[in-house]
């Protein structure tokens, strides 16, 4: 009987690691969930297959160009990202001094992908699967804008300052009766979202946005929520107001690697 159980134990002891390494990987969001959403029609999504950006959906760049207010020190070039083995990846990097004529005189090149002109849509669930990078001075995000391109409002999905990759910020913009801008921005702190992949959503309805990670909800507002068809963003901007410049202790390049982008609206 001993003799059977030194020769099972090895067998049992793996099955339980296999287990529990099962079990952590779907609480931490590193297996992707089904493209179906019970409940939803899916009306927009992007698997990032191939080995191109699909630009029947996508554009690189903002409609007014190529670089972006804010403090911002990244211009988001066209040879800022790459599509391979299911994964988009916008790429952040420095640009040499003698190359800066090119960049807008701006000190680093990074990535973005936009669906201005392509797609928007009035409510819904906007997903993301993605893994941030960490570092002083990256701010990966995705973000819903107005397809008037009449600012605000604005939805933020997530944010994130690469130098605390724990805490995902979450936030509305509207302009008041006053013709002013106001806020209403909400934070969680988690896993290190640069350590794997996790999911971002928003459930965004009629006087009511309640935002996602892994499948959780983490915060909700009734504040400044939009009626009108917004388009995706997804971008790495580098410094900035907000994160600060990079460091020395600050790694390039810099990934935020994205598994899909998706979109439902419910049935």
């Known amino acids: 009987m001993i003799d059977l159980l030194s020769r099972l134990l090895p067998v049992i002891t793996l099955a ?25 029609a899916l ?26 207010a804010n403090g911002e020190l990244e211009y988001y ?18 640009v040499p001094p003698e190359e800066r004529s090119k960049t807008d005189d701006k000190p680093y090149t990074s990535g973005m992908i936009e669906g201005s002109g392509k797609f928007a849509q009035q409510y819904g669930w906007f997903e993301i699967r993605t893994q941030i990078p960490r570092g002083k001075g990256y ?30 910020y979450f936030t509305t913009h509207w302009r008041t009766d006053q013709n002013k801008h106001d806020q209403d921005g909400h934070r969680w702190k988690g896993p290190d979202f640069s350590a794997g992949f996790h999911t971002f959503a928003v459930d965004w309805e009629p006087g009511l946005i309640v935002w996602y990670v892994d499948g959780v909800e983490q915060a909700r507002t009734e504040k ?44």
């Open 16 to 40: 339980l690691s296999a287990t529990a390494t099962a079990q952590t990987t779907r609480a931490s969001g590193n297996e992707p969930p089904h493209l179906e959403k019970e409940g939803w």
């Open 77 to 94: 070039s066209e040879h800022g990202y790459q599509v391979k083995d299911g994964i988009l990846r916008l790429v952040a990097q420095p």
């Open 224 to 267: 400044g929520v939009p009626s009108e068809p917004m388009y995706i963003i997804a971008n790495l901007a580098v410094g900035g107001d907000w994160p600060g410049k990079p460091d020395q202790m600050t790694r390039f390049p810099g990934y935020m690697d994205i598994d899909y982008i998706r979109v439902y609206q419910k049935k």
């Open 139 to 168: 701010w990966p995000a995705f973000w819903l804008l107005p397809a008037k391109h009449k600012w605000p409002p604005e939805i933020d999905i997530l944010e994130i300052l690469g130098h605390d990759p724990n805490t995902v």
């Open 43 to 68: 009306r927009f999504h992007d698997e990032f297959d191939g080995t191109r950006l699909d630009t029947s959906k996508w554009s690189d760049h903002y409609y007014h160009g190529r670089t972006h």
